[in-house]
């Protein structure tokens, strides 16, 4: 499951990397080629890539709306020092700092479904 997460990572940003935040650890894998476009100027490569991100993004879409945001929660959006804040809480609170919240144990368990139906 957590390759199939990195995999949707890769693929979203080597697509959308014009979109990316410019700092700190962004900046430091797209710096070694982890994330960024990937193709070269290769269309031919570009549209695979699309395919393959689309396919994804589809089988997340199969999985429903909620599937689909706490997969995007958790393996897209601009959180690479911490977050997303729900996974936040719900580490905190397994540490007994907090009591965990039903909403985020429905997102952790929305995310683990789109990332099995991903693997």
């Known amino acids: 499951m957590r390759d199939g997460g990195r995999v949707l990572f890769k693929l979203y940003w080597a697509h959308y990397a014009a979109l990316a935040p410019s700092g700190g650890l962004y900046r430091d894998l797209a710096a070694r080629g982890v994330v960024g476009p990937a193709t070269g100027g290769n269309s031919e490569k570009a549209d695979q890539l699309e395919a393959a991100l689309n396919r994804r993004l589809a089988i ?17 959006d601009h ?12 580490i905190a609170a397994s540490r007994g700092r907090c009591l965990a919240q039903e909403d ?3 997102r952790l368990c929305a995310a683990l479904i789109g990332l099995a139906a991903l693997a």
């Open 79 to 90: 959180h690479f020092e911490f977050g997303p804040a729900w996974l936040d809480r719900l």
């Open 60 to 76: 997340l879409d199969d999985c429903g709306r909620d599937v689909r945001l706490a997969v995007e929660s958790l393996c897209i």
């Open 104 to 106: 985020d144990r429905r």
